[in-house]
T-cell receptor, first 113, second 111 residues
Framework: EAQVTQNPRYLITVTGKKLTVTCSQN?????MSWYRQDPGLGLRQIYY???????DKGDVPEGYKVSRKEKRNFPLILESPSPNQTSLYFC????????????FGSGTRLTVV | SQELEQSPQSLIVQEGKNLTINCTSS?????LYWYKQKYGEGLIFLMM?????EEKSHEKITAKLDEKKQQSSLHITASQPSHAGIYLC???????????FGAGTTVTVRA
């Protein structure tokens, strides 16, 4: 089944403890991106990647890192999580920007205490 | 990045009635997407519009993009409980590769 898989689905962590949220797609998509969704603020893009080894900042990149060493994987790294990073996170992928739709993962609900 | 305004913010409709959601852009839309989200869950792709005047339908949902490519509408005919959820419009940037979203419209369908 073609899909975007995020792990974990739920995570509670403490301030300052490094964590990684994984994202993997099995559709050979070139484009991948990360979003956070917060009440009243909607979906905001954190980082995106046009292809392997090509990443760029979205609208809210502060406090996050990403890497794209393989086409299928696009992990989101929080080096030192803070409570304001408590949010619902989504990973998405697309064959090509502006040509096809985006497939979203099921989401990761992160709580930083 | 694009700024997208959705209206209304929420609406309640009686089962069987029609409803319309609007999405307005501050810039010309390069690609416009409609998604549906159940609360706290992932986004389900509904439709993509690219050309001015384009209209697409899937089951009872129709989306249109105006000729100027700055406004889109999503219309649901004869709403059902399965249509309840949050509808989001998204758009690619014209000169960048950022995907922006509207704040969403929460639809409640009353039996």
């Amino acid at each position: 089944e073609a899909q975007v898989t995020q792990n974990p689905r739920y995570l509670i962590t403490v301030t300052g403890k490094k964590l990684t949220v994984t994202c993997s797609q099995n559709m050979n998509h070139e484009y991948m991106s990360w979003y956070r969704q917060d009440p009243g603020l909607g979906l905001r893009q954190i980082y995106y990647s046009m292809n392997v080894e090509v990443t760029d900042k979205g609208d809210v990149p502060e406090g996050y890192k990403v890497s794209r060493k393989e086409k299928r994987n696009f992990p989101l790294i929080l080096e030192s999580p803070s409570p304001n990073q408590t949010s619902l996170y989504f990973c998405a992928s697309s064959p090509r920007v502006g040509v096809y739709g985006y497939t979203f993962g099921s989401g990761t609900r992160l709580t930083v205490v | 990045s694009q700024e997208l305004e959705q209206s209304p913010q929420s609406l309640i409709v009686q089962e069987g009635k029609n409803l319309t959601i609007n999405c307005t852009s501050s810039k010309t839309l390069y690609g416009l997407y409609w998604y549906k989200q159940k609360y706290g869950e992932g986004l389900i792709f509904l439709m993509m519009l690219q050309k001015g005047g384009e209209e697409k339908s899937h089951e009872k949902i129709t989306a249109k993009l105006d000729e100027k490519k700055q406004q889109s509408s999503l219309h649901i005919t004869a709403s059902q409980p399965s249509h309840a959820g949050i509808y989001l419009c998204g758009a690619d940037g014209f000169n960048d590769y950022k995907l922006s979203f509207g704040a969403g419209t929460t639809v409640t369908v009353r039996a």
